[in-house]
């Protein structure tokens, strides 16, 4: 398994407080990693990984690596050329059965489920390993721990209570 910490990536579909099931499938803790293309060594880190696991998980694929492999980096301007968040980005889904650990610039533990969210800026633990599973073989990314670095703006449509209220005072009352 090949383990590495991602630079500064953005947060985006994130479910890293309790399990969720996607698609009928099993509760796992999850979050799909949002890479600048400009961030050449993270890609070139997880490409590496990538050829890692290819390489360890031969004895899973029969001996060969398959040419129809399905692969975890993938490129957000054809796969999601309407979303600008994912514009000259590349983005990898990672998951974990296990609760990942969730810290500050400090390595302190964030216990404020709302410090952390879709939008927001981290750095990310991740392990890459092979699968074969029902006739599907590929390189799926392991959820590690995650480490807030900075905030960003609230994807999916989601505003922050500070935006939306700051502009308002006590003399602003609607009763009066």
Same mark, same amino acid.
């Given at each position: ?10 947060? %985006? ?5 309790? *399990?969720?099931?996607?698609?009928? %499938? ?69 998951? %974990?059965?296990?609760? *990942? ?33 029902? $006739?599907?073989? $590929? ?16 994807? $999916? ?20």
């Amino acid at each position: 398994m090949a383990h590495l910490v991602t630079g500064k990536v953005r947060l %985006s579909y994130e479910h890293i407080w309790e *399990p969720a099931s996607i698609n009928d %499938s099993d509760e796992k803790y999850s979050v799909s990693l949002i890479i600048p293309k400009s961030d050449t060594k993270t890609v070139k880190d997880i490409q590496n990984a990538v050829e890692q696991a290819k390489q360890d998980g031969k004895a899973k694929f029969g001996g060969r690596i398959p040419a129809n492999l399905k692969l975890p980096l993938r490129d957000g301007d054809i796969e999601r050329p309407d979303d600008e968040a994912y514009k000259d980005c590349y983005f990898i889904n990672c998951n %974990s059965k296990d609760k *990942p650990q969730i810290v500050d610039k400090n390595v302190q533990p964030i216990l404020d489920r709302n410090e952390v969210y879709s939008g927001c800026y981290a750095r990310v633990s991740i392990s890459l390993y092979p699968f074969n599973t029902n $006739g599907n073989k $590929g390189i799926s990314c392991g959820l590690g721990n995650i480490q807030k670095i900075a905030d960003g703006e609230p994807l $999916g449509g989601r505003t922050r209570a500070e935006d939306d209220f700051e502009a308002y005072d006590e003399e602003d009352d609607f009763l009066n």
